[in-house]
């Protein structure tokens, strides 16, 4: 989508602090940083949420990005924490979908 903010950082038009890509997926840094460690995956393809017809390849590349990203960021032996916020009770406000990987300290107990 033309105007999709997460769209347009998978063409390269708008830049991020990349952390892990391939040709399904891209995996950047949140600009607003909820964790020491905050990295978003996303598809290249614009999907709206994880609800959106997301095909099951594409599924399978971004969870699998969620290891490397934890690798690459240094929380893989310490832990994190993995969300996808999916429409207004959740507060999304990206409407491309997308995963975030959360960790560098400790978190709360619980999700909310
Ligand atoms: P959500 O509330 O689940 O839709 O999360 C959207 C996330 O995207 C928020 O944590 C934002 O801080 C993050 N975000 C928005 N714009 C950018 C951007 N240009 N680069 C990196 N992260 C962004």
Redesign the pocket.
Known sequence: MSDC?FCM?GRGE?P?SVVYEDDEVLA?????P?APVHT?IIPRAHYATVADGVPPETMLRVIEAIPRVAEAKGVAGSGYRVII?TGPD?????HHF?V?VLGGKPMAEGMV
Do not use: E, R
């Open positions: 903010i950082i708008i991020a950047f840094d949140d600009i607003a909820q978003l916020n959740a507060a999304q406000s990206v997308h975030h």
